[in-house]
């Protein structure tokens, strides 16, 4: 089944205590981007990826970094979590190219309270 | 700048009541134009998207879209409205289908 896949699904940590989300794409996706949402906000994009070892600032960056070694992996590095980073995270991946199959695909999102 | 713009935050329908949500966007060129919805607790499922051609696009789940160039708008349409179809609801668009600019989401409360 093609799928994006994010660990964990909830977590709860304290401020300072580096951690990593972990996303997983099945499908060989050249692209693939981290997301936050927060109420009234909609979604934001963080971090995007078109392919290995290419990576990019989205909308939000700041406090966060991500990696792009293998194609299907692309994990989300807090490395100082803040309380204002408490949000829920979402993971997408696409294919790299611009026609009327083309989508995103979202993972189930991981809900982060930084205490 | 580039911007997509969902006017209404909440909004209450009665179940079996027509439904429209308003997504209005501002981008130099016609963007890809995609509905996403996000039930509680869940991820987000696409409902439908428009790339070109014809303007009026059905999705799944009974739902549908009208692509109004001069308006710059792609309002969410349902008929019947579900209690299941309570949910947040995203517009989003982008020049491509993979890297989107999201509204605000707008939330959908359906009542007896």
């Known amino acids: 089944e093609a799928q994006v896949t994010q660990n964990p699904r909830y977590l709860i940590t304290v401020t300072g205590k580096k951690l990593t989300v972990t996303c997983s794409q099945n499908?060989?996706?050249?692209?693939m981007s981290w997301y936050r949402q927060d109420p009234g906000l909609g979604l934001r994009q963080i971090y995007y990826s078109m392919n290995v070892e290419v990576t990019d600032k989205g909308d939000v960056p700041e406090g966060y970094k991500v990696s792009r070694k293998e194609k299907r992996n692309f994990p989300l590095i807090l490395e100082s979590p803040s309380p204002n980073q408490t949000s829920l995270y979402f993971c997408?991946?696409?294919?790299?190219?611009?026609?009327?199959?083309?989508?995103?695909?979202f993972g189930q999102g991981t809900r982060l309270t930084v205490v | 700048a580039q911007s997509v713009t969902q006017p209404d935050i909440h909004i209450t329908v009665s179940e079996g009541a027509s439904l429209e949500l308003r997504c209005n966007y501002s981008y130099g060129a016609t963007p890809y134009l995609f509905w996403y919805v996000q039930s509680p607790g869940q991820g987000l499922q696409l409902l439908l998207k428009y790339f070109s051609g014809d303007t009026l696009v059905q999705g799944i789940k009974g739902f549908e879209a009208e692509f109004k160039r001069s308006q710059s708008s792609f309002n969410l349409r349902k008929p019947s409205v579900h209690w299941s179809d309570a949910a947040e609801y995203f517009c989003a668009v982008g020049l491509s289908g993979y890297a989107l600019n999201f509204g605000k989401g707008t939330s959908l409360l359906v009542t007896p």
């Open positions: 997408a991946s696409s294919p790299l190219r611009r026609d009327k199959n083309t989508e995103a695909f």
């Open positions: 499908m060989n996706h050249e692209y």
